[in-house]
């Protein structure tokens, strides 16, 4: 499975961002994950592989919105309200589970990386 995100960029506090994930093939659940300068990667967010379920960092939880299309083979992150503290690359990942989980070693999938700045 090959991952391509996209949709970073500069962003004033408070805005919002629409990343993209594109897959090569149908996957599993997916998720998002980010690393800020100087920090390990975290999770972020999640949706199962039926889109029923999904699971989200405290850190983003009422702020961040993960979706996905099936049929176009697509996940998204909504992220509004953006803080200064969002700032990080972001990572598509699809996992080798049908539900949701936070654990990275479970994704195998990876994408490239999009930088998100949210700075005024």
């Known amino acids: 499975v090959q991952l391509q995100a996209s949709g970073g960029g500069l962003v004033q506090p408070g805005g919002f961002l629409r990343l993209s994930c594109a897959a090569s093939e149908r996957t599993l659940s997916m998720g998002w994950f980010r690393q800020a300068p100087g920090k390990e990667r975290e999770f972020v967010a999640a949706i199962s592989r039926g889109g029923g379920s999904t699971e989200y960092a405290d850190s983003v939880k009422g702020r961040f919105t993960i979706s996905r299309d099936n049929a176009k083979y697509t996940s998204d992150l909504q992220m509004d309200s953006l803080k200064a503290e969002d700032t990080a690359v972001y990572y598509c990942?699809?996992?080798?589970?049908?539900?949701?989980?936070?654990?990275?070693?479970?994704?195998?999938?990876w994408g490239q990386g999009t930088l998100v700045t949210v700075s005024s």
């Open positions: 990942a699809a996992s080798s589970f049908g539900l949701t989980t936070t654990i990275q070693s479970r994704y195998p999938y």
